[in-house]
């Protein structure tokens, strides 16, 4: 499982995960705490589903939900950014989307997706776009982030 090689990543270069999760409602924190150990490196996470939320507890900015929306790589990038201030962790998960059947719009189709990533030295985001019902989106962005997740792991000295 994905979960627990991130968690072997993390315990051996000494990294704590923070996560801050809207479309998947949790899923994300869920598999990463389905692995026996991971209070050894999972610090918490932020379920921000509202955008009140997203602004009062991980500092979304007004004027980035405004000029961008809830649903766009600098809400994802914020919420990354913020969880990982406010825990403290060295590495955070931002994630945000339309997980349908219904919130879409011409320009923000169900499926769209925006994944981010933060470390001390990195800041990534990234852009999917899932064609499946709201239960595979859920699960196909919190797998996504996942892999993304092992892949900057794998990376990090």
Known sequence: ??????????????????????????LISYRITSV???????LGAYVTYSNELKKKIIGVKD?????????????????????????????SIGVTGIAGPGGATPVKPVGLVYIAIVTEDQRIVKTYHFTGDRKSNREMTAETALKMLYEVLSGMK
Do not use: Q
Not at 36 to 42: E, K, N
């Open 36 to 42: 026996p150990g991971s209070s050894d490196y999972f």
């Open 63 to 91: 004027t980035t939900l405004e000029r961008y929306g809830a649903v766009s790589s600098e809400c994802a990038l914020e919420m990354a950014e913020g969880a990982k201030a406010v825990s403290e962790a060295d590495v």
């Open 1 to 26: 499982m994905i979960e627990e090689a991130i968690g072997d990543l993390l315990s051996e270069k000494k990294l704590k995960l923070t996560v801050a999760e809207s479309c998947t409602g949790g």
